[in-house]
């Protein structure tokens, strides 16, 4: 036990589920989605939670509709 690792846990493959961030519901490993409140899941981490994936098409809407207002200030008070 000398693998300086905390609490003996040296990796993510000591842990046999993995617990939502949600609803802190225990899952097995290799679930993708929570069936409980349907929150899409990753790995685990090293405590025991699965990690969020990167939510690609929200930040790309978010960023399109800023643009979009932003052009549309400009076009309804900035115009000649």
Do not use: Q
Not at 3 to 14: E, H, L, T
Not at 33 to 56: E, H, I, M, Q, Y
Not at 61 to 71: H, P, Q, T
């Amino acid at each position: 036990m000398h693998d300086d690792a905390p609490y003996g846990r040296s990796g993510s493959s000591d842990f046999t589920t993995k617990k939502c961030p949600e609803c802190y519901t225990y899952l097995p490993l290799h679930t993708n989605k929570c069936p409980s409140c349907n929150t899409k899941l990753g790995d685990v981490n090293k405590l025991g939670f699965a990690a969020r994936p990167f939510d690609w098409a929200g930040y790309i809407i978010a960023i399109l509709s800023i643009v979009g207002f932003v052009v549309f200030v400009w076009w309804g008070f900035f115009r000649d």
